[in-house]
């Protein structure tokens, strides 16, 4: 049995992500608040704000992992906040970090044992893993923070036989990004204009990436940019 193990597959490039996996006979589990709608998905209810949660959840995935013959742990969900420096309250970032690297660092701890041999842990970063914008100061530190897990993750296996990526969208259609930019079609135009196609990315691009990474441990270790050629600015 093939699993994949996919964090917010309820919409997005998670959902996206899922599709994918199914089309290719992998038994798929959802971890998220949202249950997924594709058919053959698992819903595991799992809020990873909470520890207690994410123990539960793991046990219940932890029945099926000891069958696996190779399994890929997809870490796709982030919380995404507009903050900057001067008013991002502690708290706040606590609980940003608490969703996007210590959820990670959980879900690892709990399953990495459990992964055969031919196993891929994935990291969904974004272009904002490596640099920054004004307004999304808790997410940009959150997303640097993944990077560098990613990498510390790829020192930590070696010889396991397991290998690791991030995978870095560019400016994708989804709920997320539709959230945190408003309704404002001018808005949605000028961000589509940032790369070279002149549109938001479609969140099955990035799925058929996130295929390719688990099925190609050649790329142990890499970020994998996927923006269609962001103009630098």
């Given amino acids: ?15 996206a992500a899922a599709q994918t996996f199914r089309n290719e006979g992998f038994s798929v589990f959802n971890l998220a608040r949202r249950e997924c709608t594709i058919d053959g998905v698992t819903s595991i209810f799992c809020d990873l704000s909470n520890q207690a949660s994410i123990d539960a959840a793991c046990d219940t995935l932890k029945e099926a992992l000891p069958d696996c013959s190779e399994a890929t742990l997809i870490h796709n969900a982030s919380q995404m906040k507009k903050d900057s420096v001067d008013n991002c309250s502690s708290d706040s970032l606590n609980q940003v970090m608490a969703t996007n690297v210590v959820a990670v660092n959980s879900l690892n701890q709990h399953l990495l044992p459990l992964m055969p ?5 994935l990291y969904i970063g974004s272009t904002l893993s490596e640099k920054a914008v004004p307004g999304s100061f808790s997410y940009v530190i ?16 070696m010889g396991s036989g397991l290998h690791t990526a991030m995978i870095c969208p560019g400016f994708t259609d989804t709920e997320m990004l539709r959230t945190h930019l408003g309704t ?20 099955e691009e990035i799925a058929e990436l996130i295929r390719w990474a ?20």
Avoid at 1 to 15: F, N
Avoid at 117 to 121: G, L, P, Q, R, T
Avoid at 146 to 151: A, E, I, P, V
Avoid at 184 to 203: H, K, Q, T
């Fill in 1 to 15: 049995m093939k699993v994949a193990i996919i964090t917010g597959a309820s919409v997005g490039i998670g959902s």
């Fill in 117 to 121: 041999a031919s196993s891929s842990i």
């Fill in 142 to 157: 959150s997303k640097h923070a993944q990077l560098g897990m990613m990498r510390a993750t790829c020192q930590d296996l």
């Fill in 184 to 203: 404002d079609p001018a808005i949605e135009a000028g961000v589509a204009a940032m790369n070279s196609f002149n549109r938001l990315i479609e969140p």
């Fill in 214 to 233: 688990h099925h190609n441990p050649v790329i142990n270790g890499a970020v994998l940019h996927a923006n269609l050629g962001q103009k630098e600015s």
